[in-house]
């Protein structure tokens, strides 16, 4: 087994970092936030990761992790330092990247020719291979090598213990050899490949992953159009082998702290590089215009204006099973409902906002609501009996932007149903 450090604890150090300590490595997780730090010495985790909390109690007792607030503390003599800080969107496409620097910049002179520099943040195509340079004209003997992350928010532990592919990138073959001995506990595929060729996997995959989306969601407005049923289409074309039936579910567009950030970053990439990317930012303004198209929707449902209507909206995490509201549609949509002066409440089971007047119970929300918006797939929505959801609302529009409700018991309950490419 080997000593390893974590520096940033966040969704993806935290993660990663006690994964590793739950396979017998010894871990030393550093952060610059002193709070999130001692939240974690007393056995706080400081966001909802189903799991999380579990493991960090076991490998707490094991002894196998330990937090600090230092960088240098944690890198110590360690076999190989993981770097996990965000690398935020600068609003113009471009990644920030200062935090990776910054810590590089702090850790690297203390680093030995017998320890790896484990890039994990998300990182523009060519930023490993430039650090790498960087070092060698300093003459810093560490190797540097990029492992992206490819964690999804609410199932990232069973994704980090079974993922479907490792992914080395370097040009130190002795330091990637180490890197993949290191990650032998997985049964998984390793891709080992140039630092390039790895962040370029991992933009890829994103990217990818977003155009999916987006595809569905158009394929959702076209089957409701046509009068076809985008759950049928969905499951008749993922039973194709090389298309599959996972992530087909239509929705509000997508979310969260990688899908938004990589995709315009990508772009960038591919505007720097000399090549315009044409595809990839019809998806970005696609999925802008799935929001406003679900907008129209609810205004249709209370009668043609939004203004002074009271709206309730069921979820504000960016997806079901997180309290991760980063870049969540269901705030985007809030906030374009309240740019056309609706009056928005809104429930969410573990996230929360304070963009909206926020309730505990989701039938609250409906108090006085001329239309419910159901905008996050959260599995206790669907339990939620239609005839009540009827009895506490004032109108009877139910917009659901995930398909999660029950289209006949809705419309059972006297309420006009208006999901997403539904027959
Ligand atoms: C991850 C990936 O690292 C990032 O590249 C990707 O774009 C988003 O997902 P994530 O773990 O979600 O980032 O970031 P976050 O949950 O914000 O955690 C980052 C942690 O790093 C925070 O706790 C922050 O305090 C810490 N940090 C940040 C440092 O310890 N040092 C810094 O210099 C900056
Ligand atoms: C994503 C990638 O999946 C993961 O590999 C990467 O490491 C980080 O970014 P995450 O952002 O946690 O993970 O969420 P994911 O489950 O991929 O969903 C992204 C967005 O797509 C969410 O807004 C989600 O609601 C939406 N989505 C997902 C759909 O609308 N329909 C689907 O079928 C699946």
Same mark, same amino acid.
């Given at each position: 087994? $080997?000593?390893?450090?974590?520096? @940033?604890?966040?969704?993806?150090?935290? /993660?990663?970092?006690?994964?590793?300590?739950?396979?017998?490595?010894?871990?030393t997780i550093s952060?610059?936030?002193?709070?999130?730090i001692d939240r974690l010495e007393a056995g706080e985790v400081p966001f909802y990761e189903p799991g999380l909390a579990e493991l960090l109690q076991r490998t707490r007792s094991e002894g196998r992790v330990r937090f600090t607030r230092s960088n240098l503390d944690a890198v110590g003599s360690v076999d190989a330092v993981f770097i996990c800080v965000n690398t935020p969107d600068r609003g113009d496409g471009t990644a920030d990247i $200062? #935090?990776?620097?910054?810590?590089?910049? +702090? /850790?690297a002179p203390r680093l030995d020719g017998d320890q790896i520099l484990v890039i !994990?943040?998300?990182?523009? %195509?060519?930023?490993? *291979?430039? =650090?790498? *340079?960087?070092?060698? *004209?300093?003459g810093l003997p560490v190797a540097v090598v990029g492992v992206p992350e490819f964690l999804r928010e609410g199932r990232a532990l069973g994704d980090f213990l079974a993922?479907?592919?490792?992914?080395?990138? @370097?040009?130190?073959?002795?330091?990637?050899?180490?890197?993949?001995?290191?990650? +032998?506990?997985?049964?998984? %595929?390793?891709?080992? =490949?140039? #630092? =390039?060729s790895a962040e370029m996997i991992k933009y890829a995959s994103n990217a990818y992953l977003a155009t999916r989306l987006t595809f569905v969601n158009g394929l959702a407005n076209l089957c409701e159009a046509v009068g076809a049923d985008i759950v049928d289409v969905t499951r008749g074309i993922g039973l194709d082998e090389r298309i599959g039936s996972r992530f087909l579910r239509p929705g509000p567009g997508y979310g969260g702290s990688c899908?938004? &950030?990589?995709?315009? #970053?990508? /772009?960038r990439v591919a505007d720097d590089a000399g090549y315009d990317f044409a595809l990839l930012r019809a998806v970005i303004d696609a999925d802008h215009e799935q929001r406003r198209a679900l907008v129209s929707k609810v205004r249709e449902?209370?009668?043609?204006?939004? +203004?002074? /209507?009271?709206?309730?909206?069921?979820?504000?995490?960016?997806?079901?099973?997180?309290d991760d509201t980063r870049n969540s549609p269901a705030i985007r949509l809030g906030r374009l409902l309240v740019a056309e002066g609706a009056d928005v409440v809104a429930h969410d089971p573990h996230g929360s906002t304070d963009e909206f007047t926020m309730v505990d119970d989701p039938l609250d929300a409906l108090e006085d609501a001329q239309v419910l918006l159901v905008a996050t797939e959260w599995g206790m929505y669907a339990g939620? %009996?239609?005839?009540?959801?009827? !009895?506490?609302? &004032?109108?009877?529009?139910?917009?659901?932007?995930?398909?999660?409700?029950?289209?006949?018991?809705?419309?059972? #309950?006297?309420?006009?149903?208006? @999901?997403?490419?539904?027959?």
């Open positions: 087994m $080997s000593s390893l450090a974590f520096i @940033g604890a966040g969704y993806v150090g935290l /993660v990663t970092g006690l994964g590793f300590a739950s396979l017998g490595h010894d871990v952060d610059i936030d002193g709070d999130r $200062s #935090a990776v620097e910054r810590v590089l910049a +702090e /850790v !994990k943040s998300t990182v523009p %195509p060519g930023t490993t *291979q430039r =650090t790498i *340079q960087e070092l060698a *004209q300093r993922p479907d592919r490792i992914v080395i990138g @370097g040009d130190d073959p002795e330091a990637v050899t180490r890197m993949a001995t290191m990650h +032998e506990g997985f049964d998984a %595929p390793v891709v080992t =490949t140039s #630092a =390039t899908f938004p &950030k990589d995709t315009v #970053a990508l /772009v449902g209370a009668g043609g204006t939004l +203004e002074g /209507v009271r709206v309730a909206l069921w979820g504000v995490t960016f997806k079901a099973n997180t939620i %009996p239609a005839p009540e959801i009827a !009895k506490a609302m &004032k109108g009877d529009t139910v917009v659901d932007a995930r398909n999660v409700l029950d289209p006949t018991a809705i419309g059972a #309950a006297g309420l006009v149903y208006r @999901g997403l490419g539904r027959a």
